[in-house]
C-alpha cells in the first residue's frame, strides 16, 4: 500500500512543477486524496460491500470534487490534476501513468445494465481539461485528448482527438501526435500547437496558393522572355500579374504557424 502510495507521490511530483514537496503532495492535492479513498470504495465494491463503496466514493466526491465511481478499476500512476468536476464512470478502466484535468467525463451512452458503457484508457493517455470520452471503446496507449474535444469513437494508440465531435490526428512514426523531437517530453494538457487539424488544413491552402502565384509568375517571365525575343507587342495583356503579391507569412502567423 505505501509503496503505491510513493509512487503515486512521485508521479505528481514528475508531473506537477507547481508540486514543492511530497508533504504537500500529500497534504494538498485532491487528486491523489481521491485515488486513495477510490482504493478502499474499489475493495468493497469487489468484495460485495456495495453500499459502503458507493458510500466512500460519495464522501470522496463531497471532500475532492471528484466523483469516481467504486467499480471503476484505475492502474498505477494515475493523476488528476486540479480535476474538479471529474466524472468517471462504473466501467471505466484507466491504465497506468494516464493524466485527467479538470472537467473530464468518462462516460457511458448505454442504459443496458451489465455492458461495457464507459470508456477505456491506455496506458499514458492524456484527458485535457473539459474533454467528454463517450462510450465502451478503447484510446490506445499515449493518445491524447485535446480540451473540450467530444470522443464517440475509438482513440488509436499515440494519436490526439480534437474538436467537436473529436477528430483524429494520426501518430507520427509510431509517436505521439505531439512529439517533434527524439527526447519524448510530457505535454500538459495533451495540445500542441500541431494539434489543430483545421490550422493545418488553412497551412495546406496557403502553401498551394503560393507555390501557385510563384508559378504563374514565373510562366509570365517566359512569356516576356518570348515576346522581347520576337519583338511582339500585344501578344500579352499589359495587366497581366507578373510579380508575386501573395503573402503566404503573414497569413500562416494569423493561422497559427
Not at 455492458?115 to 491506455?122: D, E, I
Not at 483524429?168 to 517533434?180: H, L, M, R
Request: hydrophobic share 40%.
Amino acid at each position: 500500500m505505501f509503496s503505491r502510495l510513493r509512487s503515486d507521490i512521485q508521479c505528481i511530483l514528475d508531473r506537477d512543477p507547481a508540486a514543492r514537496s511530497t508533504w504537500e503532495v500529500l497534504t494538498c492535492y485532491p487528486g491523489l486524496h481521491a485515488l486513495v479513498l477510490h482504493r478502499r470504495a474499489h475493495w468493497c465494491w469487489t468484495h460485495g460491500l456495495k453500499w459502503l463503496g458507493r458510500f466512500i466514493s460519495h464522501v470522496a466526491r463531497f471532500l475532492t470534487g471528484i466523483e469516481i465511481h467504486p467499480g471503476a478499476k484505475i492502474g498505477e500512476r494515475v493523476f488528476f490534476d486540479h480535476a474538479m468536476g471529474v466524472v468517471v464512470g462504473e466501467t471505466a478502466e484507466i491504465g497506468d501513468g494516464c493524466t485527467i484535468y479538470q472537467g473530464v467525463t468518462l462516460g457511458g451512452t448505454s442504459l443496458y445494465k451489465g455492458v461495457k458503457r464507459h470508456p477505456t484508457l491506455g496506458r499514458d493517455v492524456v484527458v485535457s481539461a473539459g474533454a467528454k470520452v463517450l462510450g465502451g471503446f478503447e484510446v490506445g496507449d499515449g493518445a491524447k485528448i485535446g480540451s473540450n474535444a467530444v470522443v464517440i469513437k475509438p482513440v488509436p494508440a499515440g494519436a490526439t482527438a480534437v474538436g467537436i465531435p473529436a477528430r483524429i490526428i494520426p501518430s507520427k512514426v509510431g509517436e505521439s501526435a505531439d512529439v517533434t523531437s527524439p527526447e519524448k517530453k510530457f505535454t500538459a494538457y495533451g495540445i500542441t500547437q500541431e494539434d489543430d487539424p483545421l490550422s493545418q488544413a488553412m497551412r495546406g491552402l496557403i502553401d498551394n496558393a503560393s507555390s501557385q502565384e510563384h508559378q504563374i509568375a514565373l510562366l509570365w517571365k517566359a512569356i516576356d522572355t518570348l515576346q522581347a525575343n520576337r519583338s511582339a507587342t500585344n501578344c500579352v495583356p499589359g495587366d497581366a500579374a507578373r510579380n508575386e503579391h501573395f503573402e503566404a507569412d503573414k497569413l500562416n502567423q494569423l493561422v497559427g504557424k
